[in-house]
């Protein structure tokens, strides 16, 4: 299976650790401190990347939501005011990108335009993603591919098709996908986690989990399926005023979750039966026969 190799040499893909990515996304409320309060949390629980959103609100935003009343907790204001004050620039982003370099931990963001991309080739990140919402933005993914960065594509509200059709304009190299449902909390019963078996067998590359679940197993049921990357929303309170943060896991949770995870890649081991050195004085004690061939 292919596998996407990092700037800073790390790789993503069967056979090396799973990437783990806790999702900052818009949690931060228009907030640095809050920012690196999250990158904080992530840095300690042992996260290989945070991740951010970039818009350019003027181009996101439909024209008639613009003026629309908006409850904040900075008061009312317009829609499109409300999306300008959580949105980071260029000073946010260096303090972003300086204290994720002291820290230790990747850092990079979805662009949801063509100027954020832009915005954002600045600060060389080491991947983009393509949220679900930007998976049938053919322009937007050419623009991303002209970086020649690596690229993660993610599946909500996506049929197979729009997923084939995406996968053939950008290949298979430098390409993960992660697999998706975009309901904010998602339903279990809506997360059909076996699809990562599906994307494994159908594309030679890296698949993975971009999961908006509330708890932590099915994001560890995902990393068993095989997903080789997962991303989870994270928060300093799922009860702050946003639109993520009843999705997203709080700072114990991130920790027990990478914990977990990597318990996960000990136990699953390499498929090939052996007997450990460790069963060997239990085998003594409790087995009657040992070694005993079989006859017809």
């Known amino acids: 299976m292919n596998h996407v190799a990092l700037k800073n040499g790390r790789k993503i893909g069967a056979g090396h650790p799973v990437y783990i990515i806790a999702e900052i996304g818009i949690n931060h409320n228009g907030s640095v401190e809050i920012a690196k309060k999250l990158?904080?949390?992530?840095?300690?629980?042992?996260?290989?990347?945070?991740?951010?959103?970039?818009?350019?609100?003027?181009?996101?935003?439909?024209?008639?939501?613009?003026?629309?009343?908006?409850?904040?907790?900075?008061?009312?204001?317009?829609?499109?005011?409300?999306?300008?004050?959580?949105?980071?620039?260029?000073?946010?982003?260096?303090?972003?990108?300086?204290?994720?370099?002291?820290?230790?931990?990747?850092?990079?963001?979805?662009?949801?335009?063509?100027?954020?991309?832009?915005?954002?080739?600045?600060?060389?990140?080491?991947?983009?993603?393509?949220?679900?919402?930007?998976?049938?933005?053919?322009?937007?993914?050419?623009?991303?591919?002209?970086?020649?960065?690596?690229?993660?594509?993610?599946?909500?509200?996506?049929?197979?098709?729009?997923?084939?059709?995406?996968?053939?304009?950008t290949g298979t190299k430098n390409v993960m996908v992660a697999h998706s449902t975009s309901a904010y909390p998602c339903d279990p019963a809506q997360l059909n986690l076996n699809m990562i078996r599906t994307l494994i067998n159908k594309f030679d590359l890296p698949i993975g989990y971009s999961g908006h679940e509330t708890g932590l197993a099915p994001t560890l049921a995902a990393v068993s399926l095989g997903a080789t990357f997962v991303e989870r929303h994270v928060t300093l309170d799922r009860a702050m005023w946003g639109s993520d943060h009843a999705a997203s896991v709080e700072p114990q949770g991130i920790v027990k979750l990478v914990r977990d995870i990597r318990d996960i890649e000990k136990s699953l081991g390499d498929g090939v039966k052996r007997v450990y050195d460790t069963e060997l004085e239990p085998m003594k004690r409790l087995r009657r026969v040992i070694n005993q061939p079989v006859t017809a």
């Not at 439909?62 to 409850?71: A, F, G, L, M, N």
């Not at 850092?107 to 930007?134: C, G, N, R, T």
């Not at 594509?153 to 997923?163: K, P, V």
Request: hydrophobic share 35%; charged share 30%.
């Open 39 to 169: 990158i904080d949390w992530a840095s300690i629980a042992g996260c290989d990347a945070v991740k951010f959103q970039k818009r350019t609100p003027e181009l996101c935003v439909p024209k008639d939501q613009w003026e629309k009343q908006r409850q904040t907790p900075w008061g009312t204001m317009s829609y499109i005011d409300y999306k300008r004050k959580t949105e980071f620039g260029k000073a946010e982003f260096e303090e972003i990108d300086h204290y994720c370099q002291q820290k230790k931990i990747d850092w990079f963001a979805s662009a949801w335009d063509e100027p954020s991309v832009d915005f954002l080739e600045q600060f060389y990140p080491v991947m983009y993603k393509l949220a679900s919402a930007s998976l049938t933005d053919l322009d937007l993914i050419k623009k991303v591919l002209s970086t020649e960065r690596p690229l993660m594509l993610s599946t909500g509200m996506s049929t197979e098709m729009e997923i084939e059709d995406a996968i053939d304009l």
